[in-house]
């Protein structure tokens, strides 16, 4: 599938299991440059750790990007 998303800064919050990590997998293999946000490290995957319920985690990973043209909110949760 070609989405037109080479060289796009493109932020995966959730991104490091489930839906969230393959969406970001999916994007980095149409080009995109991805980096994801999430409580755990993903490996392999540009990744920030934080809080998505803590607004100054949030502010500080946005930040970290001179543009961003795509956000994915994939944050779900969990059993535990």
Same mark, same amino acid.
């Given at each position: 599938?070609?989405?037109?998303? &080479? ?5 995966? /919050? ?5 839906? +969230?990590? %393959?969406?970001? &997998?999916?994007?980095? %293999? &149409?080009? +995109?440059?991805?980096?994801?946000? !999430?409580? $755990?490290? *993903? !490996?392999? /995957?540009? $990744?920030?750790?934080?809080?998505? $319920? ?9 930040? $970290?990007? #001179?543009?961003?043209? /795509? ?5 779900? #949760? *969990?059993? +535990?």
């Amino acid at each position: 599938m070609h989405l037109g998303l &080479e060289g796009q800064n493109i932020a995966v /919050l959730g991104s490091s299991q489930g839906i +969230g990590r %393959a969406i970001a &997998e999916g994007f980095v %293999a &149409e080009g +995109g440059r991805v980096r994801g946000f !999430d409580r $755990t490290p *993903g !490996d392999g /995957l540009d $990744t920030t750790v934080g809080d998505v $319920t803590a607004f100054a985690d949030v502010k500080a990973f946005a930040d $970290t990007f #001179a543009a961003i043209d /795509l956000v994915i909110f994939s944050v779900g #949760a *969990g059993s +535990g």
